[in-house]
């Protein structure tokens, strides 16, 4: 089936609550770095929509880099093993750095991430993350913006895939039980 609608159980967040979300936590980032300069740092590919929108509701002028890290592979379970796919163009030595995030499911792609940026000698290191599950906080990871607090389901949309499909969803949601074989 092409119709990506026909593939959805239902709708946990629309557009609108996520547009919503997203200019009031910019609202927040702009007050807590006003005067500094910046580094939005998102992880490829899952928060590309988060990145550009998130982006775009800001006052001050970011600059924006990106990392590929992958966790999951083409399944719907954390494998723990995180790969760096594409490593960041800049240094962050003495940046205020924010990473940006589409979910935290386990917690272990970030919790490899923030080590990995924190050895590298960042001025500030800070999370913001539209999504967050439950098991997230059973890591030891800091996560000072986050959109969604969301039941312990399976998500897609706006930048969360299964199988690398349904990230060009404008709204997050489930998908129907047929999708995954049944
Ligand atoms: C997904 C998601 C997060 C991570 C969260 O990325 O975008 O980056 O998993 O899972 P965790 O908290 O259990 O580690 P994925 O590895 O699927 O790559 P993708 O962003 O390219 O889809
Ligand atoms: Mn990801
Ligand atoms: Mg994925």
Excluded: C
Aim: hydrophobic share 45%; proline share 3%; no cysteine.
């Amino acid at each position: 089936d092409k119709d990506m609608g026909a593939d959805l159980a239902k709708v946990l967040i629309t557009q609108d609550e996520i547009s919503a979300k997203l200019r009031e936590l910019g609202e927040r980032i702009d007050q807590d770095y006003a005067g500094r300069d910046l580094l939005l740092i998102g992880v490829l590919k899952g928060a590309v929509m988060v990145m550009a929108d998130l982006a775009r509701v800001l006052h001050s002028p970011v600059t924006m880099d990106w990392m590929a890290v992958s966790s999951y592979g083409s399944g719907t379970k954390s494998s723990g093993v995180v790969r760096i796919l594409k490593d960041l163009d800049v240094d962050i030595a003495g940046r205020d750095v924010l990473v940006v995030e589409d979910i935290i499911d386990s917690g272990l792609t970030l919790s490899w991430l923030l080590s990995n940026l924190g050895s590298r000698g960042p001025a500030s290191l800070e999370v913001a993350t539209l999504l967050r599950k439950p098991e997230a906080a059973q890591v030891n990871i800091e996560v000072k913006y986050v959109g969604f607090d969301i039941p312990n389901e399976f998500v897609v949309g706006y930048g969360l895939d299964y199988a690398e499909r349904y990230r060009n969803l404008p709204f997050v949601g489930t998908l129907a039980p047929h999708v995954y074989g049944g």
